[in-house]
């Protein structure tokens, strides 16, 4: 088992990180299988040659598209393109959908828009459905321990996009950055320019454990890849095969904790029956609402109410919004951003004297495991057996040895 670390002191770039895969030894079928199965074979010509710049040899990528009209596709398109087939590897469908999806958020929220409602100009291009599905299928045949990425340079000066001149780092960039935790390299020696892309910078992310530079390397292969644009040093990236990792790397950056972007939903409701409050409660969580609270306040006039907050994912605020006014009694809607940081967690069970438990599993940031026994499999269980809920709990403690994960980590 090895591992990668990725070297971008001048660039990060989609092309370029798959250039330098290419450059690195991963067979050419290995990229064009899974756009194939996606039904993309004959919407691209992707042109790989070796190439020179400063007198350095490496490889260049070049995709053109053979579309007459390209499409610019919707986040909700890509995510059907992608899911509609079952000619990948579940591993590869989910890293290229967590690309797309960081790519998604970003935009959506630097724009102010619902997830399903941005509508991409570059993303949406054929080059970087290439770039993005190339990458992570590189990755997933290299199979690495795990994926190391150099400090991204941030650029400076300005940069022309289809929603007009940006400053650099393009916001997307910034907010990705900030979701992730990422350090950007600020630095007046390098080139003015756009030296990180979205996508680039979506790809490393998601696919990388960390952010830093290793004190030392045991290289077995190197590739080597090359921008488009000329700037006044080699435009490179390297990608090295290494033989591990064992140091941590300066500004490390774990993917223990998840930041979410969240929409807070609320309002206060003085002409409401409980019955009719506790009947709109259930519509949210149903329809989709992470959570909702209840709690007491004096509206005008004196009057008592009830303040009633949803927490809710961007992509659902507007069929919850319907509910709201379709089912309460409120005549308006208080909408808030609001961040939130999780743990990751995966559900599992636990064999005890009288049956499987269902038992939540929790990594905390030291490292540790933490465990909840799920109330409504222990209260299943109490009825059955005659055991008490705090008896049981006891029986989930002394048995948390042979837990069994169900699913995987999530957040």
């Known amino acids: 088992m090895t591992d990668i670390f990725v070297d971008c002191p001048n660039g990060l770039a989609g092309d370029m990180l798959l250039a330098a895969l290419l450059d690195l030894g991963v067979p050419r079928e290995v990229v064009d299988a899974p756009l194939a199965a996606i039904g993309l074979e004959n919407s691209y010509e992707l042109k790989v040659k070796e190439d020179r710049s400063f007198g350095l040899r490496g490889t260049r990528v070049l995709v053109s598209a053979l579309e007459e009209d390209p499409p610019s596709r919707h986040w909700r398109e890509i995510r059907e393109l992608i899911n509609r087939t079952s000619l990948i590897d579940d591993s590869l469908k989910k890293s290229v959908l967590a690309v797309f999806k960081a790519l998604a958020e970003a935009e959506a929220f630097v724009h102010g828009e619902e997830i399903e409602q941005v509508h991409f100009h570059e993303l949406g291009a054929i080059d970087s459905l290439v770039d993005v599905v190339g990458v992570c299928a590189a990755f997933n045949y290299l199979r690495p321990s795990r994926i190391v990425c150099g400090i991204p340079p941030a650029g400076r000066g300005t940069v022309k996009t289809s929603h007009g001149v940006l400053p650099l780092p393009v916001p997307a960039v910034v907010e990705m950055a900030k979701t992730h935790r990422v350090s950007l390299m600020g630095c007046e020696a390098l080139p003015p320019g756009e ?39 080699a435009n490179l990236l390297r990608v090295f095969e290494i033989e591990s990792l064992d140091d941590v790397p300066t500004g490390q950056v774990s993917n223990d904790l998840n930041l979410q972007h969240l929409i807070i939903q609320e309002s206060w409701i003085d002409d409401a029956s409980p019955e009719d409050v506790a009947g709109l409660v259930e519509q949210l969580r149903s329809a989709g609402a992470l959570d909702v609270a209840c709690s007491q306040v004096i509206m005008k006039k004196g009057r008592s109410g009830v303040s009633l907050t949803a927490l809710v994912e961007i992509d659902k605020v507007r069929q919850l919004r319907k509910i709201w006014l379709s089912y309460g009694s409120t005549l308006g809607l208080r909408e808030r951003k609001e961040d939130r940081w999780s743990l990751p967690r995966r559900l599992g069970y636990c064999s005890t004297r009288v049956g499987e438990i269902a038992v939540k599993q929790v990594l905390r940031p030291d490292g540790r495991f933490t465990y909840k026994p799920e109330y409504e499999d222990i209260l299943r269980v109490s009825k059955e057996s005659g055991k008490t809920v705090e008896e049981l709990r006891r029986e989930v403690f002394l048995a948390l040895e042979d837990f069994v994960p169900k699913e995987d980590w999530s957040w």
């Open 195 to 233: 030296l990180t892309t979205p996508t680039g910078f979506a790809l490393m992310a998601v696919n990388s454990s960390s952010f830093g530079q290793p004190s030392s390397l045991s290289i077995r292969r190197v590739g080597i890849g090359f921008g488009q644009r000329n700037i006044d040093r």
